[in-house]
DNA sequence: CGCGCATTTCGAATAGCGTGGAACCATGGA
DNA sequence: TCCATGGTTCCACGCTATTCGAAATGCGCG
């Protein structure tokens, strides 16, 4: 990942509403949410929400597809993973034991779920 | 971690020059770098990258301390981690392929460097 | 004490972001 | 074809962020 597509995403999620709604997203997971049950979820009006998350399309952190008259948005996991990534690159800096914690959070992660 | 320090740190980064900043103090590891060199690895003006810095160090990523005339600083990687973990959460929902790629991610990191 | 280096603070100009109201497309049903 | 619903685009306003030059602070040395 470059650092432009990071500095995107990150412009995007740092906004208290863009942040709200994409972690709804990520916890909606693959199948994702309307558009409207977004706006009914978070409060926002139509308009600012249709904004937002466009800006998070831009931004290559949620997908969407039509379904009727309804949008659907959903995350998009993969690029999420990629930023995550970029910000763990060279953590290590030699020291083992700052980027130790890191894999123990994302075990964590899929224990509290129970996934392998 | 709370939504707003997640933005006001997101926020921070969401920037190419500080973030530049961030990842070269990352890669310092813990010991950091004198205001001074930062400014010469990145050619900033010195009053823009204090600044900066400044914004990192309020937002929880960068420390500071004085040795002498110069100022070090140097990553913050207890929030970093935070702020990782935070963007993690609830990232399973319901589906273990989806995050599970991160423990590799993390993993990843530490073999690259050798750490157990 | 006084000088010089390293860094920060001040102030002002500029540009970009966020918001909300109103009008505008797209879809499905009668 | 006409209507109602779900989303989006347009536009104008206010606010905040970013930047730079210039001046001020803090510190160590002679």
Do not use: W
């Not at 308009?47 to 997908?63: D, W, Y």
């Not at 309804?70 to 995350?75: E, F, G, K, P, V």
């Not at 083992?96 to 509290?112: F, G, M, R, T, Y």
């Amino acid at each position: 990942m470059e650092t432009g597509s990071a500095v995107a995403a990150l412009s995007a999620l740092a906004h208290e509403g863009r942040l709200n709604i994409f972690r709804l997203l990520v916890r909606a997971g693959p199948e994702g949410m309307a558009a409207g049950d977004i706006a009914r979820a978070t409060g926002v009006l139509p308009n600012t929400l249709s904004n937002n998350l466009n800006i998070l399309n831009v931004a290559g952190l949620v997908t969407s597809r039509r379904d009727g008259r309804s949008i659907i948005y959903a995350a998009a996991f993969d690029n999420m993973r990629r930023l995550l990534a970029f910000l763990m690159e060279d953590c290590c800096a030699g020291k083992p034991e700052i980027c130790a914690p890191l894999a123990a959070i994302a075990s964590q992660c899929c224990a509290a779920e129970g996934c392998a």
